[in-house]
Structure formats: C-alpha cells, structure tokens
C-alpha cells in the first residue's frame, strides 16, 4: 500500500532546464556557489558540481547496488529531458559503503550505505562553455539566472586573496607504527594456514583543524598536483545550505573501478606500489623494484586475474592489455587497464555491485579476506575504498574506488589508506607506502 502510493507520487515529472555561461575553473565555480552538495572531476576531463538536492535515493545493505539502481531509474524516466543537450542531461551523483550494513558507525554517521542525489544545479564545466542545468525546483527561471550571475562573478575578488591556511592541530600526521606492524603480522599468520593469500588493511588518521576546509583550495590543490586522478567531494544527503560546515567525504583517486559508456566498458587493476624516490636516480630504482619484485607482482595478478574473470561472465570480449607502470606524485603503482564490449546492455551499477570490492581493496580469496579484515581492522570505513561516482538514465556512468581520500565534518579530518598484505610483505617497508598513500591529503591539510 505504502509502496503504491509511493509509485504514484514517482509517477509525477520533474521540470529541467538549461542556461549556458562562460567556462570558469572547478575552483572558481566552488567559491562562487558554495556549499556544494557533491564534486566529480574525471582525469583531465571536464568537472561536474552538483549544488541542492532535487530528490536523493538512499539504500542499505547488501541489496543497496540494486536497489540504488531500480529506484535511480525510476527517478531519472521523471525528469523531462528530451530539450536538453547531452552533456547537460541529469545525473545520479554519490556512493555506497565499502561492507553490506544496514547504517554506519560513527564518524560516518551522517552518511548512509548508498546515497546518491539528482541536484537541483547541476553545473557542467568546460573548456569553452559551462552548462548550468536546473532539476526539479533547480529548474525555475530565477534559481538558474541566480546561479548563472554567481558564476559570472566568480574569481572576482578573490583572484589576489589567499585562501585561509588549514593548520592541523595534530602535529604527528602519522600512523601508528607499532600497532600498524602489529596487524600486518596478524595477517600474514593467517595467510600461513590458508585459505587467505592476500588481505588489504587500512589506517585512518584523526586530525583536528583550527579552520574549516575551504573545499576550492582542497579541489584546487589536488587538481595541480593529481591531475591524472578523479578528484571528488560528497556531502551527505539531506545537507541543507546554511548547515555549517556539511560533512564531505572528498580526495583524489587514482583508480577507476568502471566506466560504461553504451556497450564498451573500461577498467583496470592498480596495485602494487611504491614510493617516489627522492632523487632521480632513487625513483629508478624504486620503479625497477616495482617491475621485478614477484611479492608486487602475486599482489597485483590476484586484482588483475579476478576482474578480467568477472568481466568474462558478462561481456562479449575482454581484453586485457600489458601491466604498465602508473605514476603519481606520491607513488608509482602497476597498473593492467582492461577493456571490454558488451553485446546486451547492462546497467553501470550492475558492474559496480559485481567488482566491488576488488582484491585491491578486499583480498583473495574475496569471503576470507572480508573476514579478515572485519577481524584485523581497526579502520572504520565507511565510503573510503568503496565505489563513488554517478550514473545516467541510460544506465552509463563513471566510478572510482575511493581510496586517497578523507571524510571531514565539524573541524575534524580522518584520512584513510590502506595497503595490500601477501606473505611476502614486508610490515616495515608496507609502513613507508602507507605514509605514501597518506601524502596526498596530508599536504592539503599542512
Ligand atoms: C587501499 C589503497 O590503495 C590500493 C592498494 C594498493 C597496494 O596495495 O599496492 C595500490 C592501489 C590501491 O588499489 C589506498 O590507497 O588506501
């Protein structure tokens, strides 16, 4: 009965409409229209700000990835969008929890196990254009020429202003190393009696802040330094503006857990790494050691070999290209893209709920090393190495894992990395790749 006259009220359509404006920076346009509910930025591609809520779609448990998905569609066959041009068209921006849960622990208690949002604003940034789509209530005249005007104005006076400087209050923003080595043990002893052969396990770091995060800068400064990443930022749903500051879980990931774009469907696998050396000569041998090492080669084929399995069972072709060498500002991984073509359409979330989570951020096998980690972890973790990005009405869309990131809320950051444990590692050298992967927020903050 609830559920009907639910479906009823989806039945309703939801208005959309379209203004174009001069192309501004992704920092520009946050400063101008803050607070933002959520931020894609995709590898050397055009960012995506999402301002206001038209509707979210929230779901928990291990069901969430479907239900996400039926209740996404729904919303999205509502919105009239046949006067829109493409890169203008609705999109469902957000997340799901790395474990099947029914509600999250603190600090992500603000966060639910999926959410994800139609804005209100959706504003599309671009080299020679930006698109200011409006959704919903977002749709009306005068909230589109407000929004339009804001941006107009964006950068002006602020251009020669320096933002605040953020001064993290913690003066030691490293891990724990005693404890740290402590868990790496404890997994490798259960890599010895089998089955697990490989678990991956993560640290957070609590830091408190004397000024909140001014999202641009962050954005800004992790766009100079991390490119080649998807840069993101999410507020949880129901955020309203004026609550001072939102939560935001945010960061700059190097890997793609999927992109599907109609029948073509890309991925890779990243792990594997090490740290940039401090000289040119120390790097070299750093990435040498990277491509002879057998311990990073066995860490990084488990990834490999189970997602180009996973493909299998669903796509036409697979095809997995040559291990190459990913570098970073802070570290160099092995990297194996892989590429594959359907022959019936298949919903983005259908590969998300499918490859989630790989053994890059899980294990091998998948069940022992989830086990493990329940058991060895002290991390909670929430959104951090599990699948952010959005989707679209035609089921394509863009995810990556959520790894180099941190969930800040009041003035306090936890920033969250993890490293892949086999036998062979070594819990000293693991320690230094984790300070690593640590880095890219770290310096944001200091
Ligand atoms: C888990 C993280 O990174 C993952 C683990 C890696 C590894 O163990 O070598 C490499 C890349 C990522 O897949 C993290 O950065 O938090």
Known sequence: MAEDLHDRHQADRLDAAVRTTGPRTLREAIQ????????????????????GQ????????????????????RLLER???????????????????????????PPWTDFEPAAFVLPAIQVTLGRDQTLVSGFGAGAAPPRLDQIVQQL????????????????ATATDLRADRPDWIERVRAIQDRIETGPLQKAVLAAALDVALTDPLPLGAVLKTLTDRYPSCYRFSFTPPGTQAGDTPPAQFFGAT????VGKRGRTVETEALAGTVERGATEAIDAANVSRLQRDSTLAVEHEFVASRIAEQLRETAATVTVGDREVRSLA????????????LDTDTHVLDFVA??????????????????????????????????????????DGEFAVGIRSALARDSRVTLFAGNGIVAGSDPETEYEELAAKFRPIREVLE
């Open 32 to 51: 101008a229209l803050d607070p933002i509910t959520a931020v894609w930025a995709s590898p050397d591609g055009p960012a995506v700000l999402a301002v």
């Open 54 to 73: 038209a509707k979210t779609v929230t779901a928990s448990g291990a069901a969430r990835f479907q239900e996400v998905k039926r209740r996404g569609d």
């Open 79 to 105: 919105v009239e969008t046949a006067h829109l041009p493409e890169r203008a068209r609705p999109r469902l921006f957000g997340g799901l929890s790395f474990f099947d849960q029914a509600t999250l622990e």
């Open 152 to 167: 107009a104005h964006a950068g002006e006076g602020t251009q020669t202003k320096t933002d605040p400087r953020i001064s």
């Open 254 to 257: 190097p890997e793609q857990l």
């Open 330 to 341: 802070n570290v160099h991984h092995l990297r194996t893209p892989i590429h594959a073509t």
């Open 354 to 395: 499918t490859l989630h989570p790989t053994p890059a951020v899980g294990g091998h096998p998948p069940e022992a090393a989830l086990e493990t980690i329940h058991e060895v972890e002290s991390t909670v973790r929430g959104w951090y190495a599990a699948p952010v990005g959005w989707f679209d009405a035609n089921g």
